[in-house]
């Protein structure tokens, strides 16, 4: 609990971009920090917003905000009026009377073509710089919430407060009060499922607060460690209670079924950290390494995500193997010692006598017999049960080239809530105005060539690229001021340069050597979309090649869709390297643990296969790649190997007891099978809660976890038993055929044969 207060949140560039890339530099040093702002927009509707009445309104909305901390401006039709009114009369202040008001407005179409686009509709803009923090953004958007209330506007009218800063706090708030609730339902879900389905041993709920305390050491780790907490790494905590609640329930059946064949305590701990002990830790290495693949990404927030998940699976098997199997040991005790609980022993002991099974014995019978019938016919048709299971990963893994990528962010969230529906109304009222940045690094700015050069490039892209339409600079307002001309002149630039307003200067040019140049591409996001926008940067890029700047200039594509663009393009198009990494890590983990090919590759090949079905699910059910569903190649090697190796575990120990292969197997699918398919339906019905999430991001992520996790639960029990008897009693027939050829004097009995 100490070590969670010094968790940070990350949320900056940082996240998306490593500081030492070049991208991070030009993006948040240069873009980000000089010359990019946001703007919280409120947005004004009535029949008639050119009114004197409105306008004053408006103007005391804008003293208001003007001595708000962090407001670098605002911009509204009010405070033009006064400006050109103060020209007209020589006093700033808002005419009284609509007419003038109309007139005003009439005669500088172009100046208030932004801000009124129309008769019924006006914007007022709060601007604050881009490297503003989260915190500093709420407080300016209650600051402006709060202004609005105190501006008296007249009751007619319609007033939304919108724009990208607005809906980025909208969106975090609504997910961190949805996922609650939904964590709230998941944790319920498996309490219920671990009253069914593990009732053959007592405290059957205990795994849940056993990986609760696990998640608590997670967030001390964290702490500790320095691990940010981030948008993506908040969904590593649902992972983590699936995977921990398969340790403290693999070690809780052991530990039972060990007290009840052996009576004595201290042999019953000893055997079973003796024997789970090893397996489960052996399946959490083999996790940690498919982990380890999300550290190759090239996205920081993606790494942070691989740590935490470490991190997490070894505190919950700390808190299983210590916490868990303590925990229940203590219970027995007690519970002997107890006169209710020697009652109930005798009553149990009666039953055994009598021939009745304890309490819910019945229904772990039936998991047993359905789990033996099972691997009767998986192995019976084992060529043609492994066949199948072959073709159809062959056709999902064809079928995953045709997933799509979901890259439309308004997706993600809810398409009722409010903050959405009232930012697409202002881009159906506005258009779109999302933007290629391109900062220009000069010896001078006021060099005539480089402004020249400038005009020429931007007329020639808003001309000719169809996304291009329109272009802002600095060099506007120079012609604005010499008769729609640039000078030839440096001198007579700088002269322009003293006569523009600061707030209007700085958005375009930084001290005397860096310009900046923005091309409107509209709504490129929806339009478009990544691909799109990815393409007409490289057009621009080449365009800046062929029409090339005056000597000594350099000019760089920046922006936030270019770093959009990079992100995306890093989660989802390195899923599959990811995947194909974390197979071949685990592989060679086993390997080097087991020194054995056989127990490397049997765990392996059903989690290979269960990759391929889970492309072809996709697919068949039309879902889309997301950020958070990118990483999902990592979260089955994760889940699914730690199935298969407790299994196999398991099928080894039995056959070195002396078990044929069938037994070994048949022991295995009945003595650990009913452990994992508890925790299996554990985990997916708590994923289950995630479905009802009225974010598409988060639904989804359930979904395909739920799909994952059952076919990894089917690939253990459908293919996992056919493909290791078939590979192990191979093995055991040529070593037989070889050790018969190594001893070709001797003679053999039948019995050794």
């Excluded at 919950?316 to 040991?329: E, H, K, N």
């Excluded at 930012?423 to 480089?450: R, W």
């Excluded at 390297?577 to 056989?598: N, P």
Aim: glycine fraction near 8%; proline fraction near 4%.
């Amino acid at each position: 609990m100490q070590g969670a207060q010094k968790i940070e949140m990350a949320s900056g560039t940082e996240t998306f971009v490593g500081k030492d890339s070049r991208m991070y530099q030009d993006f948040d040093h240069l873009f980000l920090n000089i010359f990019q702002t946001e703007s919280i927009v409120v947005m004004v509707e009535g029949n008639d917003v050119k009114t004197s009445e409105l306008m004053k309104a408006v103007d005391r909305l804008d003293h208001q905000l003007y001595s708000t901390e962090g407001v670098i401006e605002t911009t509204s039709p009010a405070s033009i009026i006064k400006g050109i009114n103060y020209q007209m009369t020589g006093r700033y202040v808002i005419p009284d009377t609509d007419e003038e008001i109309r007139a005003i407005i009439d005669s500088s179409p172009d100046t208030f073509e932004m801000l009124t686009p129309d008769d019924t509709h006006m914007l007022i803009s709060v601007v604050m710089a881009g490297s503003t923090t989260d915190a500093k953004r709420e407080e300016i958007l209650y600051a402006t919430e709060e202004a609005i209330s105190f501006s008296d506007f007249p009751p007619s009218y319609n007033i939304i407060v919108t724009g990208d800063p607005a809906f980025q706090i909208s969106m975090n708030d609504e997910m961190n009060s949805s996922m609650g609730p939904l964590l709230g339902i998941s944790a319920f879900f498996m309490l219920i499922v671990l009253n069914l389905v593990f009732r053959h041993v007592r405290w059957r709920l205990l795994p849940l607060p056993i990986v609760l305390i696990g998640i608590i050491f997670t967030f001390g780790a964290m702490g500790y460690l320095g691990i940010p907490l981030s948008m993506v790494s908040m969904a590593a905590f649902p992972v983590l209670i699936g995977l921990g609640i398969d340790y403290a329930i693999q070690f809780h059946n052991r530990i039972e079924e060990e007290l009840q064949e052996n009576k004595n305590k201290t042999h019953a701990i000893v055997a079973t950290v003796k024997n789970t002990g090893p397996a489960v830790l052996v399946a959490l290495g083999m996790t940690a390494l498919g982990f380890v693949s999300l550290f190759t990404s090239s996205v920081p927030m993606i790494r942070d995500f691989g740590k935490l998940l470490l991190v997490g699976i070894i505190m919950c098997y700390l808190a299983a193997i210590f916490v868990g199997i303590i925990t229940i040991s203590l219970f027995d005790g007690v519970s002997e010692k107890n006169l209710f609980g020697k009652m109930k022993s005798k009553i149990r002991s009666g039953r055994v006598k009598t021939g009745r099974k304890p309490e819910g014995h019945a229904k772990t019978q039936k998991v047993e017999n359905g789990l033996n019938k099972l691997t009767d016919f998986t192995i019976k048709y084992d060529v043609i049960v492994l066949g199948i299971a072959a073709l159809l990963c062959l056709g999902g893994i064809y079928a995953d080239q045709s997933v799509g990528i979901q890259t439309d962010v308004t997706t993600f969230v809810p398409q009722d809530m409010p903050a959405l529906v009232d930012l697409e109304h202002m881009g159906d009222i506005m258009g779109g105005d999302e933007q290629l940045n391109i900062i220009i690094k000069v010896k001078d700015t006021a060099n005539p060539e480089i402004l020249k050069w400038i005009d020429e490039f931007s007329e020639h892209e808003v001309s000719g690229r169809g996304h291009i339409y329109s272009a802002s600079s600095i060099v506007p307002l120079v012609k604005e001021l010499n008769d729609g001309t640039i000078p030839d002149s440096s001198q007579e630039i700088e002269a322009i340069y003293e006569e523009i307003p600061d707030y209007q200067k700085d958005r375009y040019m930084y001290g005397k050597n860096m310009l900046l140049l923005n091309f409107n591409i509209g709504n490129a996001v929806s339009d478009i979309k990544v691909t799109g926008i990815k393409e007409l940067t490289n057009i621009v890029r080449e365009d800046i090649r062929w029409m090339q700047a005056p000597p000594g200039t350099s000019v760089t594509i920046t922006g936030n869709n270019v770093v959009f663009i990079e992100v995306i393009t890093a989660l989802t198009s390195g899923r599959v390297q990811m995947t194909f990494l974390g197979l071949f890590l685990v592989l060679a983990g086993l390997f080097i643990v087991y020194r054995d090919w056989l127990k490397a590759l049997t765990p392996v090949i059903p989690m290979f296969i269960v990759i391929g079905w889970s492309g072809g699910v996709m697919d068949y059910l039309n879902l889309d790649y997301n950020p958070m569903t990118a990483t999902l190649g990592a979260l089955i090697l994760g889940v699914g190997s730690e199935y298969a190796i407790l299994m196999m575990e398991r099928y080894f120990e039995e056959k070195e007891a002396g078990a044929s292969p069938i037994e070994a197997i048949h022991k295995a699918s009945t003595k650990i099978g009913t452990a994992i398919v508890a925790s299996g339906a554990t985990t997916v019905f708590g994923f289950s809660a995630l479905m009802a999430s009225p974010f598409g991001m988060i639904s989804d992520f359930g979904i395909v976890t739920v799909i994952d996790v059952l076919l990894a639960l089917v690939a253990t029990f459908v293919v996992f038993p056919p493909l290791i008897v078939v590979l192990d009693t191979w093995r055991d027939k040529r070593r037989g055929a070889q050790t018969i050829q190594n001893q070709p004097n001797k003679q053999v009995r039948g019995a050794d044969i």
